[in-house]
């Protein structure tokens, strides 16, 4: 996985593990990956994970199984798309909207590209 030094490491794996049950790659009531494996998968440290995994608990979207591991929770498709639309509509919308006007742009430009964009990658 690429880090971006724009965002901390953490919450870019935090990111992961929704992308995860957004693209339903991880269901409700799944084991998800111990803090080992995924710190193995990333190439980061426990630490770092251990960080996410309490990040994700709060959030309501994984739940820790004493002595089991954690586990993706029952409303985890709702809260990680709660989570990650409002962290899109906070951060990464308002450059966007910026680009937008600095360059002409009007958001009917905007949906042929995105139409296109779904049917190459999520059709």
Known sequence: MQF???QAIYLQIADYVCERILLKEWKPGERVPSVRELAV???VNPNTVMRSYDFLQQQEIIQNQRGIG???APEALQQALHYRKDAFLEKELPQVFRNMY???MNTEE???RFDHYKKQHFA
């Open 4 to 6: 971006r030094e724009s």
């Open 41 to 43: 998968q990333l190439e």
């Open 70 to 72: 954690y586990f993706v």
């Open 102 to 104: 600095l360059l002409g």
């Open 110 to 112: 905007l949906k042929p």
